[in-house]
C-alpha cells in the first residue's frame, strides 16, 4: 500500500464515521419526533389554577355562601429527604402505623409516579398547617398546596344550597377530563344545577422546570397559558329573613314551607323540616357527617318540599270549583245541601244548604263530592274516561302530576293518575265518580308535592297562569336566561272563573277555617287542608296568597300529622306572610311564640311523607 | 545559530481560524449550557464560561510562545518532554487528587490539571522522534516495532491506574499513525474483525459464536482450494477467536467494574434502564432530539439549561450544539471538523520530515478519536467514555493540550519551506 493509498483509508475512515453521525442527527432531529415531545416532558409542567367558585346571595343581597381556605398536605416522594418521621408524625398528629398505612395507599393509587406532587393529607387544620409552616424546611418534598372549600354565613337553606364534594370517577369521565382526581363539584342543591355558572373556568400554567423540578419560569412568557376564569356569583330568589324564620316556626315539626313570588315564579322560601347545618357538609369532616345524616331516622337530607307528594286534602277544592266552573257544571249560585256528609265522606256541621262561595269558606265536603260527581258524571261525555280526562287535564294544568322543571335537583312528579289506570283497575268503562269520589275533596289518588301546592296558589293568584317556579335570580347581577323562568305557563281554566272562589278563599281567612291566619289591614285569600293519611295523624295542610288584589307571596305549608289545616299550617304561613309583606313577624307574640316552641316530633313516629 | 523566526504568511492560517472558530463557538455553547437569567454575565470568572475564557488566553498565549520557538525545539526535546508528563503522571498517582472517581488530577493554585491531557502530545512527540531516524525501519525492525508500542503503552498503563479509562483509550489511535508508518493493514483489519468478535461476546454466550465460527470456517474450507496449511491457519483462528471470546466474556463479568458493566449493556441495548445509568443517553439523545432542524436558538435550549443532560459543559456538550443549534448546526459543525481533520491530514502528508509527519498525523488520529467517541456518545452510539470534545469542551487542562498539540504542529507546518530553500543553500 503507497502513501497516498494510506492517507486515504484514513479520509474515508474519517468520512465514514462522519456520514454515520450524520445520519444518526438526521434521524434523531428530523425523522423521529417523538425526542421534542420526551423534551416537553421534561422540562414542562401543567399547573392547574382553580378559579374561586361564585359566591351565593340571597334576593336582597345578602350573602349566604362563600369560600374559605383549606390547606392539603401534598408531597413529592422523589424529594423526600432526610425525613425525621418522628416529628413528621407528631406535627400532624397521627401515628407511626397511620404514616406507614398514607404511604401504602399512595403507593397503590392509580397514576402514583415518585415524581409526582400527591396529596398526602387532605385538610389538615390550621393550627397544623401552622406548626408545618415552621418546620416545612425540615420535611423536605412536602408542601402545602392551598384550596378553597365552601363555608355558609347563616344555617338555613340546608336543602337549596346543597352542597360540593370530591368528583367522582363518573363524573370525570363525563367532563371528558375536565376534571381530575380530588377537584370538587357541586354535588346538590343550587352547587350542581349551577355548576358550570358556579365552578368557573380551570386554568392552566406552564412552568419550565429543572432536573431536580424546581421551577424555573413561564413557558414562553406564558403564551400558552390560560387564566383561571372565576365562577359568577349568584342570587337566589329565597328572601333569607323569611327563610330563617319558617325554618325556625317548623323546628321540632316534620313539613315543608314554599313560597312563591306569584308574578315571577320566584321561590322566596323553600323549607324542609328536619333540615341540617350546612356547615356540616364541609371538610374533610364530610363524608363522616354525611354518613350520620343519611342514617338519622328523621331524614334531615330528604328534600321534602319538592319531591315528597301529600295528598292535598280540602286545599284541593279550591281547584276543583274552578274545574267545575270550566265544565259548566257549577256557577257561583249553584248549592248543595250537606247533612253531615256525602254517602261515606263525612263533613262537620255547618250552616245548609250553601253556594260556592260559602261552601269553599266552610270546606263542605259534601258539596264538593257533588262538584267532583258532576265533573265525573258529566253528560256531557259519553265515557267516563273522556269526562276524567278533562279532569285530569285541568289539573295538570296547574302544574299537579309532573315535575314542573324547578332549577334544583331532584324534584318529584308528585301523583296524578290517567285514566288508564283506573280502566285497569276496573275495567273499561266500568267506574264512575263514586268509584274514585275521595279525590273531590282532595284524597285518594292524588299526591301534590308542596311546590305544586304553593305554584298552584301562585296560579289562581295569578288569576289563571303561573311562572315555573325557580330559585336563581340573577346570574352575575344578570337576570336568569333560561326562558322557562320568563313564560307564562295559563290554566286550562276561563280567567273569569277566578274571582268568585278567590272571594271564597278570602272568606276561609274573615270568617272561616282558617280566622286565626288573619292579620288586620292586609287581604288574604286561603284554603285549610286536613290530609288523611294511612301512616299515622293528618297532615295540617294551608296555602294561600296575600294580598288579594296584586299578590305578592304565595304559600303553602305542610306540617306531618299535626291535624287540623288551622291549628298549625295557617298560623305558620300566616306568620311568614306577614314577615314577607311587612318585615314585621312579632305582632302576634303568643301565636308566634305558640308556633315557635310547638314540638310535635312525638306525635308520631312515623315522620316521614310516604312518597310512593 | 539563528533562530528562525516563522513568517506569518507560512503559519497555516486556514487551520488557526478553525482553531478559533471552535474555540470561541465552543465558549458560546458552554455559557449556553450552564446560562442562568439570574446571572447572565458572561465575564464572570466564578462560572464556567468565565474560567473558559480565562484558559482561552492562556491557551493563545502559550500557542503564540510554540509559534515563537525554534521548531528544532521540539525534535531536541521531545523525550525530555515525554519524560515529565510520565513523572507527572506517576506523580498523579502519588498525589492525585480525586474528582468524580478518577484520581488524574493535581491541584496547582487555584487550578487543577490533568497530566493524562499533556501525556497525549508528550507521546505523539517521543514516538515521532523515534520513529524519524534514518536508519529505523518500522515496516520490517521487529525491535523497533515493540520499542514504538511500548513508547505508547506506557503511559496507558499509568493512566489506567488513575482509572481514566478514557484518556487511556485515547493512546489507541496512535495505531493509525503507525498504519501510516508501514503497520500492515491486515492488522487494522484484524483488530477491526476482533472489535466486531467482542462485541459480539458481549451479546451472546460464547458458546454460540465458538459454534457459528466453526461452521464458518466449514463453510470455507469447502469452498477454496485445501491445501494442509490452509486448514491450519483456519483451525488455529477458530480457536484464538473462541479463545478470545471466551476471555471477554470473563473479563466483562469478572474483571470490569460494575457501572462499566451497566454503561456497556445499556450501549447494546441488552439493559433498558431510563431512570438509571441509561438516564445520561437518554437525556442526551432527547437534548439533542429535540433541537429539530434549526434548533431552539441560543440560550432557548431546554433540556442543558435545566440540567437534564449530565456534564452539560464537559463531555455532553455536543447536546447544546445539537438541542440549541438543530441539525444544521451539527451538521455544520461536523463539516467543519472534517475539514480541519482533513486539512491537517494535507498538512502532515506534505511535510519533508519524518519528525513533523509522525506528529501531524498522531494530531490528526487523537483529534479524530476525541470526535468519535464524544459525539457518539451523546447520539447513544458510543458507550459513556468521558473524554472532551477538543477545543468545545469546558475544561482548561483539555483546551490548554489540545492548543499545545495542536499548535506545535502549526510551528512545525511553518518550517517546511525553509527545509526546502535550506537544501538549495
Known sequence: MNNYAKQRTLLIIFISVALVYVVRLFYIQIVDTSYVFYAQNNVLQEQTIYPARGLIYDRNGELLVYNDAIYDLSVIPEQIKNLDTLSFCKVLNIDKVEFINTWARLKRQKGYSPWKPIVFQRQITIPTYAAFQEKLFDFQGFFVEVRTDRKYKHNNAAHVMGYIGEVTDRDIEKSNGYYRMGDFIGISGVERTYEKELGGIKGTRYVLVDSKNRTQGRYKNGEFDTAAIAGKNINLSIDQNLQALGEALLMNKTGSVVAIEPKTGEVLALISSPTYDPNLLVGRERGNKYMELLKDPAKPLFDRPISAPYPPGSIFKVIMSLMGQQEQVLNQNTTYGCHRGYLFVGCHAHNSPLALRGAIAVSCNAYFCQVYRSLINNPKYKYVEDAYNEFYKHAYSFGMGHALGIDLYGEGPGVLKKAAYFDKLYGRHHWQALTTISMGIGQGELGITPLQMANATAAVANRGYYITPHIVRKINNHANPNPEYNTKHWTTIDTSYFPIVIEGMQDVIERGTAYIARIPGIEICGKTGTAQNPHGKDHSIFFAFAPKNNPKIAIAVVVENAGFGATWAAPIASLMMEQYLTGKHDTRKVLLERMLKGNLTHRNDSTTAKTK | ?425
Request: glycine share 10%.
Open chain 2, 1 to 425: 545559530m539563528t533562530v528562525q523566526q516563522p513568517k506569518p504568511s507560512r503559519i497555516d492560517w486556514i487551520t488557526l481560524l478553525l482553531y478559533y472558530i471552535f474555540v470561541i463557538g465552543g465558549l458560546l455553547c458552554i455559557y449556553a449550557s450552564v446560562y442562568k437569567e439570574t446571572n447572565p454575565n458572561i465575564w464572570d470568572g466564578s462560572m464556567n464560561y468565565g474560567k473558559q475564557l480565562v484558559w482561552i488566553g492562556i491557551s493563545s498565549f502559550i500557542g503564540l510562545m510554540i509559534l515563537l520557538i525554534d521548531e528544532k525545539f521540539f525534535y531536541a526535546f521531545a523525550y525530555p518532554i515525554y519524560g515529565i508528563t510520565i513523572l507527572l503522571l506517576i506523580l498523579v498517582l502519588v498525589a492525585g487528587t480525586t474528582v468524580k472517581g478518577s484520581s488524574s488530577w493535581i491541584e496547582l493554585g487555584g487550578f487543577r490539571i490533568q497530566p493524562a491531557e499533556f501525556a497525549k502530545f508528550g507521546t505523539a512527540l517521543a514516538l515521532a522522534r523515534f520513529l524519524c531516524g534514518y536508519n529505523v525501519n518500522f515496516e520490517k525492525d521487529r525491535k523497533i516495532q515493540l520499542l514504538s508500542a511500548g513508547i505508547i503503552i506506557l503511559p496507558m498503563l499509568i493512566i489506567l491506574l488513575q482509572n481514566e479509562t478514557g484518556s487511556t483509550l485515547v493512546f489507541t489511535s496512535f495505531i493509525l499513525v503507525l498504519f501510516r508508518e508501514g503497520l500492515p493493514g491486515w492488522i487494522l483489519f484484524v483488530g477491526f474483525m476482533l472489535a466486531i468478535l467482542a462485541v459480539m461476546a458481549l451479546l451472546m454466550p460464547p458458546l454460540y459464536i465458538i459454534i457459528g465460527l466453526a461452521v464458518l470456517a466449514v463453510i470455507f474450507l469447502i469452498l477454496v482450494r485445501r491445501t494442509t496449511q490452509l486448514i491450519w491457519l483456519t483451525l488455529g483462528v477458530v480457536i484464538l477467536s473462541g479463545a478470545m471470546v471466551s476471555s471477554i466474556d470473563y473479563v466483562f463479568e469478572n474483571v470490569m467494574q460494575a457501572h462499566q458493566r451497566t454503561r456497556i449493556n445499556v450501549l447494546l441495548g441488552k439493559e433498558v434502564d431510563i431512570k438509571g445509568a441509561g438516564y445520561n443517553v437518554q437525556q442526551s439523545k432527547i437534548a439533542i432530539g429535540s433541537g429539530g432542524v434549526w434548533g431552539k436558538g441560543f440560550l432557548q435550549g431546554t433540556q442543558n439549561k435545566f440540567r437534564f443532560v449530565p456534564e452539560q459543559s464537559t463531555d455532553f456538550i455536543f447536546c447544546t450544539i445539537g438541542e440549541e443549534y438543530g441539525f444544521a448546526g451539527s451538521l455544520l459543525f461536523i463539516i467543519l471538523y472534517m475539514i480541519l481533520l482533513y486539512r491537517l491530514l494535507m498538512m502532515a502528508e506534505r511535510q519533508r520530515q519524518k519528525f513533523n509527519r509522525i506528529y501531524g498525523y498522531s494530531v490528526v488520529c487523537i483529534l479524530f478519536f476525541h470526535f468519535v467517541i464524544n459525539v457518539g456518545m451523546t447520539l447513544g452510539l458510543m458507550p459513556v467514555i468521558g473524554i472532551p470534545l477538543p477545543f468545545i469542551s469546558y475544561g482548561g487542562s483539555a483546551l490548554l493540550s489540545f492548543t499545545v498539540l495542536l499548535f506545535i504542529f502549526i510551528r512545525l507546518d511553518a518550517n517546511r519551506v525553509n527545509e526546502l530553500r535550506g537544501a538549495y543553500d
